[in-house]
């Protein structure tokens, strides 16, 4: 059975400062999706990542695949306060019809 | 530019009362999804339809049906709604490739008295 862990669960930061959320899974997969969700609001999607060693960028995020370790990392750099947000990583379980496993989600606030 | 479109947007039923939820979709997507997002818990696949005419259960279908009434719309049916059915129901569709993102609505928030 698929398992996908998020680390940490809730994280607090200072605008500016960088840090990295953690997404481990415990079963073969290539293909893993990254999301944010603002409070009340639908889920957006930030990365798909289909290939170990993906590397992926928009503006203050970065989104990488190692799929040997069975990990994918979402760097924030020098956060600012519109990053706060759920952010959540989803694999892929790699049966016909595409059927992803979340993780509970990273709550991300930045205090400015 | 619709996206996907969810009906109701909040609800409140009583214990055994079924009600059932709307989703459709205008991307022309083959698969669509049924989840629950409960706090600390993330994501949980109900119920999925990977093409029209066919559904399969997820993580979590007990207490829930679907219908895949056309490629647009897939439905989602509580026949005897359980407190511990209060969640928040997204519905998204996608692509047969997984090179897609699934898409999602604005949710269903949905309270079981």
């Known amino acids: 059975e698929l398992k996908v862990e998020q680390n940490p669960l809730f994280l607090s930061m200072q605008e500016g400062k960088n840090y990295t959320i953690y997404c481990n899974y415990s079963?073969?997969?290539?293909?893993l999706y990254w999301y944010r969700q603002d409070p009340g609001k639908s889920l957006e999607s930030l990365f798909v990542l289909l290939s170990n060693g993906a590397v992926k960028q928009e503006g203050r995020l970065m989104a990488s695949l190692d799929t040997k370790a069975r990990l994918s990392t979402l760097h924030i750099t020098a956060a600012v306060h519109d990053l706060s947000a759920t952010y959540f990583c989803a694999v892929d379980r790699g049966e016909y019809g595409n059927k992803l496993v979340f993780g509970a989600g990273t709550i991300l606030r930045v205090k400015s | 530019n619709a996206g996907v479109t969810q009906t109701p947007k909040f609800q409140v039923l009583k214990t055994g009362q079924s009600m059932t939820l709307q989703c459709a979709q205008d991307m022309n997507h083959n698969s669509m999804y049924w989840y629950r997002q409960d706090p600390g818990m993330g994501l949980r696949l109900i119920y999925y339809s990977a093409s029209e005419g066919t559904t399969d259960k997820g993580e979590v279908p007990n207490g829930y049906n679907v219908s895949r009434l056309n490629k647009r719309e897939f439905s989602l049916r509580l026949e005897s709604a359980a407190p511990s059915q209060t969640s928040v129901y997204f519905c998204?569709?996608?692509?047969?490739?997984?090179?897609?993102?699934?898409?999602f609505g604005d949710g269903t928030r949905l309270s079981i008295l």
């Open positions: 079963t073969t997969s290539d293909r």
């Open positions: 998204a569709s996608g692509g047969i490739y997984s090179n897609q993102p699934q898409h």
